[in-house]
């Protein structure tokens, strides 16, 4: 079974559409989290849940939304999609603390 | 902002040691040092943490100075499939609102 599963693997869309991407980990884990990596290879944190309850915003244009129906599951909405969404979202999870993250395998995402 | 300096790359030879360095002089006594690797088009996977002491597990050991200013990952008999970019981290543990800061990482190419 795959800890952190996140749907879909690949996401092309045009410019301005709404799009969501699921995350779903099954490791009993309190904290999960979204992250971006662009073009240049950088993982950036966007979002922390711990227990469905925001702990970490960085700076991300409102026009992306998590929302975590329950500890399991962290999705996160994009609405308005802009050329420069495209990148790679991974989703984490983490226990005791976010101790030790274990990541999916990530969502490309290109807009066009 | 990351607060760990890593060469850039490093090459090794297939069946031999690759030893990593990462430099961090600026951690605080409850931050502990965490590696994880980025096999190409995957998501991040941990691979060791430690505080102060030196670390082994089935996949590596992490060497960590006295003065705790910077540390050694070593993969003991690196293989073709370690071939990824490696991600030194200072962090302090059990702190659900603390993420993970990637840096650039080191990207390591094994040879055959």
């Known amino acids: 079974d795959t800890a952190v599963s996140q749907t879909p693997k690949y996401l092309v869309t045009q410019m301005g559409n709404d799009k969501s991407i699921k995350c779903e980990q099954n490791?009993?884990?309190?904290?999960m989290y979204w992250y971006k990596q662009d073009s240049k290879k950088f993982l950036k944190i966007m979002f922390s849940?711990?227990?469905?309850?925001?702990?970490i915003n960085e700076t991300v244009p409102n026009r992306f939304s998590p929302k975590s129906p329950d500890k399991a599951h962290l999705n996160l909405h994009i609405n308005s999609l802009e050329l420069g969404d495209s990148a790679v979202y991974f989703c984490?999870?983490?226990?005791?603390?976010?101790?030790?993250?274990?990541f999916g395998a990530g969502t490309r995402l290109s807009v066009l | 902002d990351a607060k760990t300096t890593q060469p850039t790359s490093m090459d090794c030879a297939e069946g031999r040691a690759a030893n990593l360095p990462c430099n961090h002089s600026?951690?605080?006594?409850?931050?502990?040092v965490y590696w994880y690797r980025q096999i190409h088009s995957q998501g991040p996977q941990y691979i060791i943490h430690?505080?102060?002491n030196n670390e082994t597990n089935e996949m590596a050991s992490l060497i960590i100075t006295e003065d705790r200013k910077s540390s050694t990952l070593i993969l003991p008999h690196a293989t073709l499939r370690d071939t990824a970019v490696y991600y030194c981290i200072v962090r302090v543990a059990l702190a659900y609102n603390n993420d993970m800061r990637f840096g650039a990482g080191t990207r390591l190419t094994v040879k055959p």
């Open positions: 849940y711990n227990n469905k309850e925001l702990i």
């Open positions: 984490a999870s983490g226990g005791q603390g976010g101790n030790i993250q274990y």
């Open positions: 430690g505080l102060k």
């Open positions: 490791l009993g884990h309190d904290t």
């Open positions: 600026t951690i605080s006594g409850n931050e502990y």
